[in-house]
T-cell receptor, first 115, second 112 residues
Framework: DTAVSQTPKYLVTQMGNDKSIKCEQNLGHDTMYWYKQDSKKFLKIMFS???????INETVPNRFSPKSPDKAHLNLHINSLELGDSAVYFC??????????????FGEGSRLTVL | DAKTTQPNSMESNEEEPVHLPCNHS???????IHWYRQLPSQGPEYVIH???SNVNNRMASLAIAEDRKSSTLILHRATLRDAAVYYCILRGGGTSYGKLTFGQGTILTVHP
């Protein structure tokens, strides 16, 4: 069973479009994240949600809107896509109650290509 | 965020031990030292973490210097599957404990 699953795995779209990436975790974790890995392979946190509440927002453009319908899901919606949004987006989760472990479980990533 | 410095790349032979160094001279007293790795076309994978004492788990060992300004990830017997980018990360506590700041990491190549 996949612990953190993201869909779609690949997404190719035109500039100006709106797209969503979905993430689900079946680990029973309280906290979920979105990370972005750019073309230079740097991974940076975008958002963090704890029990559907936003706790980290790393100055991401407001074209990016995370939505957490429940603690097992954290979706990422991107409006008016730009070329610079092309990247691999990783969803992750962690158990807040075991904060001392600090272990994040990452999905396999969603590669977004904006043409 | 306190920064870490790692070599860009390292090479090893299969079944030999690998020592991956990391410098973090600006580490604060409450920062945990984490190691993650990323295999090609996959998401990062947790390897190990520690605060002050050396740590062992089924994947690796973490040796932390007494002054905590450096640490070494030890893979006891490298396999081809261990070829990956290894990230040394400092993590603070509180509500941003999930905020991992990834650097460039060390690309580990394992030769058969």
């Amino acid at each position: 069973d996949t612990a953190v699953s993201q869909t779609p795995k690949y997404l190719v779209t035109q500039m100006g479009n709106d797209k969503s990436i979905k993430c689900e975790q079946n680990l029973g974790h309280d906290t979920m994240y979105w990370y972005k890995q750019d073309s230079k392979k740097f991974l940076k946190i975008m958002f963090s949600y704890n029990n559907k509440e936003l706790i980290i927002n790393e100055t991401v453009p407001n074209r990016f809107s995370p939505k957490s319908p429940d603690k097992a899901h954290l979706n990422l919606h991107i409006n008016s896509l730009e070329l610079g949004d092309s990247a691999v987006y990783f969803c992750a989760s962690s158990p807040l109650g075991l904060a001392s472990t600090g272990e994040l479980f990452f999905g396999e990533g969603s590669r977004l290509t904006v043409l | 965020d306190a920064k870490t410095t790692q070599p860009n790349s390292m090479e090893s032979n299969e079944e030999e031990p690998v020592h991956l160094p990391c410098n973090h001279s600006t580490i604060s007293g409450t920062d945990y030292i984490h190691w993650y790795r990323q295999l090609p076309s996959q998401g990062p994978e947790y390897v190990i973490h520690g605060l002050t004492s050396n740590v062992n788990n089924r994947m690796a060992s973490l040796a932390i210097a007494e002054d905590r300004k450096s640490s070494t990830l030890i893979l006891h017997r490298a396999t081809l599957r261990d070829a990956a980018v290894y990230y040394c990360i400092l993590r603070g506590g509180g509500t941003s404990y999930g905020k991992l700041t990834f650097g460039q990491g060390t690309i580990l190549t394992v030769h058969p």
